[in-house]
Every structure is written in structure tokens, then in C-alpha cells.
């Protein structure tokens, strides 16, 4: 819960969450795959940052992009702009706005066309993606999960 509610306090936040996550990591009892308790916290918080990274780059743009109908890279520059600027109030509202100047420009533009403003706007809400990743993943996960199994050396759950 730490590390999730860090993610709203820009700089300071990530510090914080990868240092618990780095401490929690190198006190666990025996940590997994025979690691040392210092590598074992240096994967960790790599494996940790990779992921953040992956989420923030490309997964959260574009679900907010889909649900707003708005480029993922003008959400991400918005979201730059936006933290530049007003910090964390402008990283939660950067992607709103984005959307909401999009609608009034759209609707100038067309309303000095002479043409009719709401005519292209298609107002049913967007379809859930089909995605082909998760079957994908699901089978991965049940496939590794079958060889780490068979491997008696590691133990993936320390019992007492």
C-alpha cells in the first residue's frame, strides 16, 4: 500500500517506496533461489523500477489515451508540461484538460467552418480491447510456474 500511494508525490514518493521495498527485501528470512540478501534487494528494486517504468511509459498513457480519445505521446508531454508546472494537482488533471482543450478546439475549428460542431463526434463509449496477451500470459506463468517445480534446489516459499 506504501509503494502505491507514494506514486501520487512526484521525486520524493519512488525514493521512498524503493527504499521500503529495498529494506523489506534484504531482511526476509532466507531470501529465494539462493541469493545473498543484498542481491536479492538489488533485484528487487530493479525488477521493481522496470516495471514502473514499463507502466508509466506505455501502459498508463495509453489507457488513458483510450478512454479519452487523445494521442498517448500528447498525454505524456501534457503530463510533462502539466508536473512542470503545477506539480502533482497538474499530473492528475493533465489528461482531463488535454481531452477537454481537445473538444473546444474541435469545436472552433468546425464552428468556424460552418460546420456542424458535434456531427464526427461519435458518442458511444469506447469497446474494451481485445487483447491477445492475456491467455498469453496466463499459459507463461502456468508453464514456469510447472518448471520452477521441478527444480527441488529452489524454493519459492520459505516454510518454518
Not at 529465494?32 to 501502459?59: C, H, K, S, Y
Not at 529452489?154 to 516454510?159: E, G, K, P, V
Amino acid at each position: 500500500m506504501l509503494a502505491g500511494l507514494t506514486r501520487f508525490v512526484p521525486y520524493i514518493g519512488p525514493l521512498i517506496a524503493y527504499t521500503t521495498l529495498c529494506i523489506v527485501a534484504f531482511f526476509q528470512g532466507t531470501p529465494p533461489f539462493g541469493l545473498t540478501p543484498i542481491a536479492f534487494a538489488g533485484m528487487v528494486v530493479v525488477i521493481t523500477l522496470i516495471f514502473d517504468n514499463l507502466f508509466d511509459n506505455l501502459v498508463s498513457p495509453r489507457i488513458i489515451a483510450q478512454a479519452l480519445r487523445v494521442h498517448p505521446a500528447a498525454v505524456l508531454v501534457a503530463a510533462l508540461i502539466a508536473v512542470n508546472m503545477l506539480g502533482l494537482i497538474g499530473v492528475i488533471l493533465a489528461a482531463p484538460v488535454l481531452a477537454t482543450l481537445k473538444l473546444i478546439a474541435n469545436y472552433a475549428i468546425r464552428k468556424l467552418f460552418d460546420q456542424d460542431p458535434w456531427g464526427d463526434i461519435d458518442v458511444t463509449p469506447p469497446a474494451r480491447p481485445v487483447s491477445e496477451l492475456y491467455p498469453w500470459l496466463r499459459k507463461t506463468i502456468r508453464v514456469s510456474y510447472a518448471w520452477v517445480k521441478k527444480i527441488p534446489q529452489i524454493r519459492l516459499f520459505h516454510r518454518a
